[in-house]
């Protein structure tokens, strides 16, 4: 466990700013892009969009879990019509065609309706060609993280940046293997959980991710609300 208040962060927009210095080179450049995983990336990813002057948006990604094992992650849907499918897995597990589609059909619907909620009518924004830098608020097992990079390599990115506040050191490792550039601000061993490593970890609402995503228009060309 941290060890007093100094080890933890005092909430996630505290953690993103910490970020933000150590992503500080990609300041006013125009083919920066800031993902967050909803919903507690968002808040994160928020801070680090406002201090590079880059556009937000969220990356919404559903794990496709096995039936009966859902922790255990056959594939993800995400943001953009990403399907990813490890088809070894299904193989080895002899799960049907049938119900693996049931489970996709069931998670797209959730995928759209938070994308509903998130962004409202405005559409995603283009990743292809750019510096991507996607972000979330901790990793524990990286599983998520993991999917969501997976779908984000199908749009092309020309470069792909992790970004975490804290992060087991396992699982920082094991991403740092499959993106250009990996950011972990703390890799406690043990982790234990990644709201310990924060004073205030109370869940980000739906709302505050709707008022961050509007409130980033700004980011880009002029200035928001919340630097005012």
């Not at 909430?11 to 150590?22: D, E, F, I, P």
């Not at 969009?49 to 009966?68: E, H, I, N, S, T």
């Not at 995928?111 to 998130?118: A, C, D, S, T």
């Not at 969501?148 to 975490?164: C, F, K, M, N, T």
């Amino acid at each position: 466990m941290p060890r007093a208040a100094s080890d933890r962060f005092t909430n996630r927009r505290h953690a993103g700013r910490v970020l933000a210095t150590a992503l500080a080179a990609y300041a006013g450049r125009g083919d920066v892009t800031v993902l967050g995983l909803p919903r507690g990336g968002v808040p994160v990813a928020y801070e680090i969009a406002r201090a590079l002057g880059a556009p937000l948006d969220v990356f919404v990604v559903r794990k496709l879990g096995v039936p009966g094992q859902e922790e255990l992650a056959m594939g993800a849907l995400a943001s953009g019509g990403i399907l990813v499918v490890e088809q070894d897995l299904v193989s080895t597990l002899s799960i049907s065609q049938g119900t693996l589609d049931a489970i996709i059909a069931i998670e797209r619907q959730e995928l759209r309706r938070r994308e509903r909620v998130y962004r409202g009518n405005r559409p995603p924004v283009d990743v292809e060609g750019r510096v991507v830098i996607l972000v979330d608020d901790g990793l524990a097992t990286g599983t998520t993280m993991r999917a969501a990079v997976a779908g984000l390599r199908q749009l092309r990115p020309r470069q792909l940046i992790v970004a975490v506040p804290v992060a087991s050191p396992q699982a920082c490792a094991e991403l740092a293997a499959q993106v250009d550039y990996m950011v972990c601000v703390a890799t406690p061993q043990p982790l234990y959980a990644v709201g310990l490593w924060y004073a205030d970890f109370t869940q980000t609402s739906d709302e505050e991710v709707r008022e961050l995503l509007a409130d980033a228009a700004g980011f880009v060309g002029g200035r928001s609300r919340a630097s005012m």
